[in-house]
């Protein structure tokens, strides 16, 4: 973090910008013991935004649009590799649009590492230094673990969307619900529990819910009158439901066999049930599943 008159970590609010991109810069600072991160997500074709700063003194890079193939970051996304200079104002690699805002930061030396899904550049991160020092393999591999790291957060959300938008389609309202959205209520509820955006976690877990009772075969189910299932029990059973073992569902959902054992015995003495099977239609009857 910055000094007591720093301005530390500030997020500006960009929509689909992620709060993964937070701990990145954390994960960064701290492996690879650089002072100063920044960075941010496309905005735009070949446009990428400054939206995240940690440790630094001023707020002169952020909001801060850079360029694809501009300075040193736009150089790092159009090569798609992580690329470090040891003084920025004075490098010979790259191009200079944005000297005045570095300088005004104090920074010399900076390395920049493009973040990457599905072979298309997402975002940059930067780590810097306020003198002018060669940045080592290790500073650099520390920053490229960081950016893998946003990567695959990225990854995971990109899939919750897709999951949301199968969830808000027609048939999410339709009591002959398709297997493909059933399945889909499943994968989102396995999901949400990775996902570290609370407001995103809330959404996939709300369509959850709207995808279950749209299902329902039992009127009342909004009534409350049904078993008070657990949030985990429900977890379980939707993966049950879709034929998963219990050593596949503990992969899925985080947790040990052991404990899926038990949320399933549990979830099944609530709803009566002796099965499996038995658990997972009385599950759907409840509204508690599609």
Known sequence: MGGSGGIGV???????????????????????????????????????????????????????????????????AALCRPLAVTDYSASSVISHEYD????????RSVLAVPVIVRRRVRGVLYGALRRPVRLGDRTLSAAVEAARELE????????AARLLSLARQPTAADPAMSEEVREAHGELRALAQRIADPLLRQEMLAACGRLAKASS??????????????????????????????????????LRPETVK?????????????????????????????
Do not use: W
Not at 100 to 106: L, R
Not at 152 to 159: R, Y
Not at 228 to 235: H, K, Q
Not at 262 to 290: E, N
């Open 10 to 76: 500030q997020r500006e609010s960009v929509a689909g910008d992620p709060v993964d991109v937070r701990a990145a810069l954390s994960r960064l600072r701290r492996a690879s013991g650089l002072p100063v991160a920044f960075g941010g997500l496309l905005t735009g074709t070949g446009r990428y935004r400054i939206n995240e700063l940690a440790g630094t003194e001023t707020a002169v890079l952020h909001g801060l649009d850079i360029l694809q193939g501009n300075g040193l970051g736009g150089k790092a």
């Open 100 to 107: 005045a805002a570095v300088a005004a930061e104090g920074l």
């Open 152 to 159: 695959q957060a990225l990854v995971l959300q990109d899939e």
């Open 217 to 254: 075969k039992r009127p009342e189910a909004d009534d409350g009158a049904g078993p008070a299932l657990s949030p985990r029990e429900v977890d379980v059973l939707a993966c049950v439901a879709s034929g998963a073992t219990n050593v596949v569902v503990a992969e899925r959902l985080g």
């Open 262 to 290: 038990s949320y399933l015995r549990s979830g099944m003495r609530k709803l009566g049930a002796h099965t499996r099977l038995q658990a997972v239609i009385a599950a759907r009857r409840a509204g508690a599943l599609p």
